[in-house]
Protein backbone atom coordinates (compact mmCIF):
# COMPACT_ATOMS: atom_id res chain seq x y z
CA UNK A 1 0.00 0.00 0.00
CA UNK A 2 0.91 3.73 -0.28
CA UNK A 3 2.44 5.77 2.22
CA UNK A 4 -0.48 6.40 4.54
CA UNK A 5 -1.56 10.52 4.80
CA UNK A 6 0.17 11.56 8.58
CA UNK A 7 2.77 9.26 8.09
CA UNK A 8 5.93 9.90 6.37
CA UNK A 9 7.53 12.82 8.33
CA UNK A 10 10.40 14.54 7.18
CA UNK A 11 11.04 15.92 10.50
CA UNK A 12 14.23 14.27 12.72
CA UNK A 13 12.75 13.75 15.84
CA UNK A 14 16.25 14.06 17.40
CA UNK A 15 14.85 11.99 20.46
CA UNK A 16 18.22 12.34 22.10
CA UNK A 17 17.65 16.78 22.64
CA UNK A 18 14.54 15.12 24.62
CA UNK A 19 17.19 15.21 28.18
CA UNK A 20 19.71 18.35 26.96
CA UNK A 21 17.62 21.24 27.78
CA UNK A 22 20.30 23.32 27.67
CA UNK A 23 20.64 22.69 24.35
CA UNK A 24 17.24 23.01 23.29
CA UNK A 25 16.96 26.40 24.44
CA UNK A 26 20.05 27.51 21.88
CA UNK A 27 17.62 25.98 19.18
CA UNK A 28 14.42 28.39 21.11
CA UNK A 29 16.68 31.34 19.90
CA UNK A 30 17.17 30.56 16.42
CA UNK A 31 15.45 33.23 14.28
CA UNK A 32 13.77 30.50 11.79
CA UNK A 33 11.77 28.85 15.12
CA UNK A 34 8.79 27.35 13.89
CA UNK A 35 6.31 27.29 16.57
CA UNK A 36 2.83 25.72 16.34
CA UNK A 37 0.02 26.48 18.41
CA UNK A 38 -2.83 24.11 18.72
CA UNK A 39 -6.40 25.54 20.56
CA UNK A 40 -8.71 22.27 21.24
CA UNK A 41 -7.42 20.19 18.50
CA UNK A 42 -7.00 22.59 16.29
CA UNK A 43 -4.26 24.22 13.99
CA UNK A 44 -3.62 27.73 13.40
CA UNK A 45 -4.36 28.58 9.57
CA UNK A 46 -3.49 31.38 7.45
CA UNK A 47 -6.19 31.99 5.50
CA UNK A 48 -4.51 34.35 3.16
CA UNK A 49 -1.46 32.31 2.34
CA UNK A 50 -2.95 29.10 2.82
CA UNK A 51 -0.38 27.73 5.14
CA UNK A 52 -0.02 27.03 8.74
CA UNK A 53 1.19 29.95 11.13
CA UNK A 54 4.22 30.02 13.38
CA UNK A 55 4.17 32.16 15.99
CA UNK A 56 7.55 34.19 17.74
CA UNK A 57 9.01 32.93 21.37
CA UNK A 58 7.73 35.85 22.65
CA UNK A 59 4.24 35.21 22.24
CA UNK A 60 4.33 31.96 23.17
CA UNK A 61 6.51 32.37 25.60
CA UNK A 62 3.83 35.13 26.65
CA UNK A 63 0.38 32.70 26.11
CA UNK A 64 1.71 29.35 28.09
CA UNK A 65 1.49 28.34 31.45
CA UNK A 66 5.03 28.31 31.51
CA UNK A 67 7.99 28.02 29.26
CA UNK A 68 8.12 24.00 30.21
CA UNK A 69 4.90 23.49 28.39
CA UNK A 70 6.74 23.90 24.37
CA UNK A 71 6.63 20.69 22.78
CA UNK A 72 9.86 20.01 21.15
CA UNK A 73 8.75 18.17 18.14
CA UNK A 74 11.91 18.46 16.57
CA UNK A 75 14.03 19.42 13.63
CA UNK A 76 13.09 19.94 9.79
CA UNK A 77 16.82 20.28 8.44
CA UNK A 78 17.68 23.05 10.43
CA UNK A 79 14.40 24.67 11.64
CA UNK A 80 13.25 23.47 15.16
CA UNK A 81 9.64 22.71 15.71
CA UNK A 82 7.63 23.12 18.22
CA UNK A 83 4.18 22.61 19.41
CA UNK A 84 2.30 24.91 22.21
CA UNK A 85 -1.19 24.30 23.54
CA UNK A 86 -3.45 27.22 23.65
CA UNK A 87 -5.84 28.00 26.30
CA UNK A 88 -7.41 30.95 24.81
CA UNK A 89 -8.50 31.02 20.95
CA UNK A 90 -9.12 34.75 21.23
CA UNK A 91 -5.25 35.19 22.52
CA UNK A 92 -3.61 34.31 19.26
CA UNK A 93 -6.60 35.15 16.22
CA UNK A 94 -7.07 38.58 17.56
CA UNK A 95 -4.03 39.28 16.67
CA UNK A 96 -4.02 38.63 12.53
CA UNK A 97 -7.98 39.06 10.71
CA UNK A 98 -6.13 36.18 8.38
CA UNK A 99 -5.57 33.60 11.32
CA UNK A 100 -8.22 31.24 12.05
CA UNK A 101 -7.89 27.55 14.44
CA UNK A 102 -9.09 25.02 11.67
CA UNK A 103 -9.58 20.79 12.07
CA UNK A 104 -6.96 19.02 10.12
CA UNK A 105 -9.42 17.43 8.14
CA UNK A 106 -10.89 20.48 6.76
CA UNK A 107 -7.71 21.85 5.29
CA UNK A 108 -6.05 18.50 4.27
CA UNK A 109 -6.63 19.29 0.54
CA UNK A 110 -5.17 22.50 0.74
CA UNK A 111 -1.79 21.58 2.39
CA UNK A 112 1.24 19.27 1.44
CA UNK A 113 0.98 16.07 2.98
CA UNK A 114 4.58 16.91 5.07
CA UNK A 115 2.87 19.84 6.60
CA UNK A 116 -0.21 17.21 7.54
CA UNK A 117 1.91 14.72 9.18
CA UNK A 118 3.97 18.04 10.69
CA UNK A 119 0.46 19.03 12.15
CA UNK A 120 -1.05 16.00 13.03
CA UNK A 121 2.04 15.74 15.07
CA UNK A 122 1.78 18.40 16.57
CA UNK A 123 -2.34 17.80 17.52
CA UNK A 124 -1.38 14.78 18.46
CA UNK A 125 1.13 15.74 21.14
CA UNK A 126 -0.92 18.70 22.56
CA UNK A 127 -4.16 16.88 23.07
CA UNK A 128 -2.17 14.46 24.90
CA UNK A 129 -0.93 17.14 27.66
CA UNK A 130 -4.08 18.30 27.63
CA UNK A 131 -5.62 15.17 28.80
CA UNK A 132 -2.78 14.57 31.52
CA UNK A 133 -2.54 17.38 33.48
CA UNK A 134 -3.56 15.24 36.78
CA UNK A 135 -1.95 11.79 37.82
CA UNK A 136 -4.38 8.80 37.02
CA UNK A 137 -2.74 6.53 39.77
CA UNK A 138 -2.68 9.53 42.92
CA UNK A 139 -4.48 12.35 41.29
CA UNK A 140 -2.05 15.00 41.80
CA UNK A 141 -1.01 17.27 39.16
CA UNK A 142 1.71 16.46 36.57
CA UNK A 143 4.48 18.66 34.75
CA UNK A 144 5.82 18.12 31.50
CA UNK A 145 9.52 16.81 31.21
CA UNK A 146 11.91 15.71 28.77
CA UNK A 147 10.93 18.60 26.28
CA UNK A 148 7.28 17.73 26.59
CA UNK A 149 7.40 14.01 25.52
CA UNK A 150 6.47 12.83 29.42
CA UNK A 151 4.56 13.90 32.00
CA UNK A 152 5.22 13.46 35.83
CA UNK A 153 3.31 13.33 38.78
CA UNK A 154 4.50 16.22 41.15
CA UNK A 155 3.44 13.81 44.47
CA UNK A 156 7.05 13.24 45.44
CA UNK A 157 5.41 9.91 46.92
CA UNK A 158 3.90 8.69 43.44
CA UNK A 159 5.98 10.33 41.12
CA UNK A 160 4.44 8.44 38.20
CA UNK A 161 5.88 9.04 34.71
CA UNK A 162 2.92 9.29 32.34
CA UNK A 163 4.23 8.69 28.33
CA UNK A 164 1.79 10.06 25.45
CA UNK A 165 -0.91 7.84 24.57
CA UNK A 166 -1.44 5.99 21.30
CA UNK A 167 -4.44 3.69 21.20
CA UNK A 168 -4.10 1.27 19.06
CA UNK A 169 -7.35 -0.05 16.41
CA UNK A 170 -7.61 -2.73 13.88
CA UNK A 171 -9.03 -1.92 10.24
CA UNK A 172 -9.55 -4.92 8.15
CA UNK A 173 -10.72 -5.18 4.23
CA UNK A 174 -12.76 -8.94 4.65
CA UNK A 175 -12.71 -10.54 1.02
CA UNK A 176 -15.71 -12.49 0.04
CA UNK A 177 -15.03 -16.60 -0.38
CA UNK A 178 -15.33 -15.91 -3.57
CA UNK A 179 -12.64 -13.86 -4.05
CA UNK A 180 -14.37 -11.40 -5.86
CA UNK A 181 -16.76 -8.96 -3.65
CA UNK A 182 -15.56 -7.17 -0.35
CA UNK A 183 -17.37 -6.10 2.73
CA UNK A 184 -18.23 -2.76 3.60
CA UNK A 185 -20.56 -1.56 6.24
CA UNK A 186 -21.77 1.44 7.68
CA UNK A 187 -22.36 3.27 10.90
CA UNK A 188 -25.77 5.10 11.43
CA UNK A 189 -23.69 8.50 12.31
CA UNK A 190 -21.77 8.46 9.60
CA UNK A 191 -22.27 11.15 6.90
CA UNK A 192 -24.88 9.83 4.31
CA UNK A 193 -24.22 7.07 2.52
CA UNK A 194 -20.69 6.49 3.22
CA UNK A 195 -19.52 2.82 3.67
CA UNK A 196 -15.89 1.59 4.85
CA UNK A 197 -14.22 -1.61 5.89
CA UNK A 198 -14.80 -3.16 9.86
CA UNK A 199 -12.68 -1.23 12.38
CA UNK A 200 -12.44 -1.53 16.36
CA UNK A 201 -10.24 -0.97 19.20
CA UNK A 202 -7.87 -3.68 20.32
CA UNK A 203 -8.19 -4.63 23.91
CA UNK A 204 -5.56 -5.72 26.21
CA UNK A 205 -4.59 -9.28 26.46
CA UNK A 206 -5.63 -9.71 22.49
CA UNK A 207 -3.23 -9.98 19.63
CA UNK A 208 -3.43 -7.73 16.41
CA UNK A 209 -4.84 -11.11 14.67
CA UNK A 210 -7.18 -11.66 17.29
CA UNK A 211 -8.83 -8.63 17.29
CA UNK A 212 -9.21 -8.39 14.01
CA UNK A 213 -10.82 -11.73 13.97
CA UNK A 214 -13.12 -10.88 17.13
CA UNK A 215 -14.26 -7.33 15.51
CA UNK A 216 -15.70 -9.08 12.55
CA UNK A 217 -17.42 -11.81 13.69
CA UNK A 218 -19.16 -9.40 16.69
CA UNK A 219 -20.36 -6.70 13.95
CA UNK A 220 -20.84 -9.23 11.02
CA UNK A 221 -20.87 -12.80 12.11
CA UNK A 222 -18.22 -13.37 9.39
CA UNK A 223 -15.58 -16.06 10.60
CA UNK A 224 -11.87 -14.96 8.78
CA UNK A 225 -8.73 -16.46 8.14
CA UNK A 226 -5.80 -15.58 6.74
CA UNK A 227 -5.47 -12.62 8.69
CA UNK A 228 -2.19 -10.14 6.54
CA UNK A 229 -0.92 -7.46 7.95
CA UNK A 230 -1.27 -4.26 5.23
CA UNK A 231 0.36 -1.45 6.74
CA UNK A 232 -0.41 1.48 9.27
CA UNK A 233 -1.45 4.74 9.12
CA UNK A 234 -1.45 7.81 12.56
CA UNK A 235 -4.57 8.90 13.53
CA UNK A 236 -3.98 11.77 16.09
CA UNK A 237 -8.41 11.98 16.43
CA UNK A 238 -7.21 12.07 19.44
CA UNK A 239 -4.67 9.14 19.33
CA UNK A 240 -5.22 5.85 17.75
CA UNK A 241 -2.89 4.60 15.28
CA UNK A 242 -4.78 2.31 12.48
CA UNK A 243 -3.55 -1.00 11.13
CA UNK A 244 -4.59 -2.09 8.42
CA UNK A 245 -5.60 -5.94 7.25
CA UNK A 246 -6.74 -7.99 4.94
CA UNK A 247 -8.28 -11.36 5.89
CA UNK A 248 -10.75 -13.79 4.14
CA UNK A 249 -13.83 -15.05 4.88
CA UNK A 250 -15.23 -18.36 5.67
CA UNK A 251 -18.74 -17.49 5.62
CA UNK A 252 -21.31 -15.09 3.93
CA UNK A 253 -24.19 -15.10 5.81
CA UNK A 254 -24.52 -11.74 7.98
CA UNK A 255 -25.49 -12.15 12.06
CA UNK A 256 -24.07 -9.45 14.08
CA UNK A 257 -23.85 -10.25 17.63
CA UNK A 258 -24.28 -6.33 18.24
CA UNK A 259 -25.65 -3.18 16.84
CA UNK A 260 -22.99 -0.83 15.83
CA UNK A 261 -23.35 -1.55 11.69
CA UNK A 262 -26.66 0.04 10.48
CA UNK A 263 -26.16 -1.64 7.51
CA UNK A 264 -23.19 -4.78 5.77
CA UNK A 265 -22.91 -5.64 2.07
CA UNK A 266 -20.65 -7.77 -0.02
CA UNK A 267 -19.51 -5.52 -2.96
CA UNK A 268 -18.11 -6.69 -6.20
CA UNK A 269 -15.49 -5.08 -7.80
CA UNK A 270 -17.80 -3.96 -10.28
CA UNK A 271 -20.10 -2.43 -7.98
CA UNK A 272 -17.61 -0.32 -6.27
CA UNK A 273 -17.41 1.48 -9.50
CA UNK A 274 -21.01 3.00 -8.64
CA UNK A 275 -19.31 4.28 -5.39
CA UNK A 276 -18.80 8.25 -5.20
CA UNK A 277 -16.25 10.48 -3.41
CA UNK A 278 -16.87 11.36 -0.12
CA UNK A 279 -17.43 15.29 -1.28
CA UNK A 280 -20.12 14.39 -3.00
CA UNK A 281 -23.11 15.18 -0.40
CA UNK A 282 -26.04 13.59 -1.72
CA UNK A 283 -24.53 10.50 -2.99
CA UNK A 284 -26.12 7.45 -1.23
CA UNK A 285 -23.02 5.37 -2.25
CA UNK A 286 -19.03 6.89 -1.72
CA UNK A 287 -16.05 5.77 -0.39
CA UNK A 288 -14.00 6.94 2.85
CA UNK A 289 -11.72 9.74 2.53
CA UNK A 290 -8.64 9.21 -0.30
CA UNK A 291 -6.43 10.10 3.21
CA UNK A 292 -7.93 7.30 5.05
CA UNK A 293 -6.12 4.10 5.45
CA UNK A 294 -9.68 2.52 5.01
CA UNK A 295 -9.47 3.84 1.22
CA UNK A 296 -5.93 2.30 0.85
CA UNK A 297 -6.96 -0.92 1.65
CA UNK A 298 -10.31 -0.83 -0.78
CA UNK A 299 -8.64 0.95 -3.37
CA UNK A 300 -5.16 -2.04 -3.02
CA UNK A 301 -8.00 -4.51 -3.10
CA UNK A 302 -9.63 -3.73 -6.10
CA UNK A 303 -6.52 -2.98 -8.21
CA UNK A 304 -5.76 -6.99 -6.73
CA UNK A 305 -2.59 -5.74 -5.01
CA UNK A 306 -3.66 -7.19 -1.49
CA UNK A 307 -1.35 -9.87 -0.14
CA UNK A 308 -2.36 -12.70 1.95
CA UNK A 309 -0.26 -14.89 3.84
ZN1 LIG B 1 0.70 10.48 41.07
Not at 61 to 75: S, T
Not at 161 to 180: C, G, Q, S, Y
Request: one cysteine or more; hydrophobic letters at 35%; charged letters at 25%.
Amino acid sequence: MKNSTYSGLSLNRCSELRLRNDEVQILKKQDNLVILPVWKGKNLFNTSDLNYVSISLQLAQELALNDEEMIFLGLDGKVPCFAINIFNENDICNLNENWEFKTLHSILNIITLNQASLLAYARGMSIWHSNSVFCGKCGMRTKSEEEGHIRKCTSLTCSKKLFPRIDPAVITLVEHPNEESCLLARQSNWPLGMYSVIAGFLEIGESLEDCVKREVAEETGIIVNGVSYQGSQPWPFPSSLMLGFAAKAENDKFSPKDDELEKIMWVSRECLKEFTEMEDAESEKKLPSKHSIARSLIDSWVNREIKFY
